[in-house]
């Protein structure tokens, strides 16, 4: 094994049996991750040929995808001049004969290169502008692109040129049957008394120090629960370290108020249980709140996407239901605006914005703006009476779809599938 490729298991490849299938998820959240872990549930649904699956990077979502058999993780080269060499030994060595790969475009393009049928899982299409085009993998065996509430007709121009287009609905994972019978049976407008607590994309390349973010937004999100009365909370996601521990001030936060990262089923399982959620507006959980009819408020953005997100959340409810920045920490519009550019250009703003407020002498009032704006929104969502509008709208049968996707490239080269 060249240097380039840190393998994490001793296990020899296997040569023969079943067909070996990669697993990429971008190196940004957990959205990612579980995506994979739903595409993996709908291919175990399925009375196929046994397959076996290598991961490839995505470092940060593998907790997620512990209950999944995954039989060998390679970390890949930061460098972009040695990623190529890099996939190539895998495939040979692991005799890859497919991949799913979640939004990461060069690890896509390396798959292709390398001879490997790609099935591209684009979960962001209304990001996209000029400035983006070079770093999708627009030639992808299929490129599974997730629908969504509003598509800019920039997006549609790029996502024109793509190979073999086809889209598809949520991708994500379908509730257990008790999970959905606790969200048919929630009742709207009663009072919220247990929350989950969730910020995701804390370690995407680029952001500097991850600890900004949940700074500014945990202790204003948790003095608004105690003010509207919850009584228990749990702060989940990728934050660093034990920092989420340290954010909680027992002067003002709810009595019950625990803290740690909680694996995919795990964090569904508490989503289903609780009252309301407060979250980064990461579209996965958003999607998935709303399969399970959760009462679900925006956090402020952490990244571009964010922006959309939560727009498209309030959108499709019909209520404001997210808290955005002070308009002196960050101009949403201007945000926007910078995409023209690409997405890093927009990235770069925001990062920026939250750092220097995180640092800022005014980080106080930034923060008594967030608790106040948390609190009129939880205020607000008790008026909701559809909780899953926005994953109505894009429906839930995009992990059987993504799966359908790779078994069909491997269907020419196998006719047991």
């Avoid at 949520?170 to 008394?193: L, N």
Wanted: net charge negative; hydrophobic share 45%.
């Amino acid at each position: 094994m060249p240097s380039d490729v840190t393998t994490h298991s001793a296990a020899p490849a296997a040569r023969s049996g079943p067909v070996t299938v990669a697993l990429v998820g971008a190196e940004f959240g957990w959205g990612s991750s579980g995506k994979l872990s739903a595409v993996l549930s709908a291919l175990r649904e399925r009375s196929v040929p046994r397959l076996r699956f290598v991961g490839l990077a995505s470092g940060l979502g593998r907790p997620l995808l512990a209950e999944h058999t995954v039989d060998d993780w390679y970390d890949l080269p930061d460098d972009p001049g040695r990623l190529a060499p890099a996939v190539r030994e895998i495939v040979r060595s692991q005799e890859v004969r497919a991949a799913v790969v979640v939004l990461d475009g060069a690890a896509a393009t390396a798959l292709l290169a390398a001879g490997v049928p790609t099935v591209f899982v684009d979960s962001l299409p209304f990001l996209w502008s000029e400035g983006d085009r070079a770093a999708l993998p627009l030639d992808a065996t299929v490129y599974c692109a997730q629908k969504s509430v509003e598509l800019p007709p920039e997006c549609l121009d790029i996502l024109a040129g793509a190979r073999e287009l086809r889209w598809v609905e949520a991708v994500i994972a379908r509730p257990r049957a008790a999970e959905s019978e606790r969200g048919a049976g929630r009742r709207t407008g009663r009072p919220y008394r247990r929350a989950l607590v969730s910020l995701g994309g804390l370690r995407a390349p680029r952001l500097g120090d991850p600890a900004h973010y949940p700074r500014l937004v945990v202790p204003a999100a948790l003095e608004a629960l105690s003010a509207y009365g919850v009584e228990e909370v749990h702060i989940a996601g990728n934050l660093p370290g034990d920092l989420a521990g340290r954010l909680v001030d027992a002067s003002i936060a709810p009595p019950r108020t625990t803290t740690g990262p909680l694996g995919h089923r795990a964090f569904l399982d508490r989503l289903a249980d609780c009252d309301v959620l407060l979250t980064s507006p990461g579209l996965t959980t958003l999607l998935e709140a709303g399969g399970l009819q959760v009462p679900t408020v925006c956090l402020p953005p952490q990244n571009l996407s964010q922006i959309f997100n939560g727009r498209f959340h309030s959108q499709a409810l019909g209520a404001r239901l997210r808290v955005p920045w002070p308009k002196a920490v960050l101009a949403e519009d201007e945000a926007l605006a910078l995409r023209a550019e690409g997405e890093d250009h927009a990235l770069e703003l925001i990062y920026g914005a939250i750092g220097a407020a995180a640092q800022g002498t005014d980080r106080q009032a930034v923060g008594h703006a967030l608790r106040n704006g948390v609190l009129e929104a939880l205020r607000r969502s008790t008026r909701v009476d559809d909780w899953g509008a926005l994953t109505t709208a894009v429906g839930t049968d995009g992990a059987a779809q993504v799966a359908d996707a790779l078994l069909g490239v491997l269907r020419p080269t196998d006719p047991l599938f």
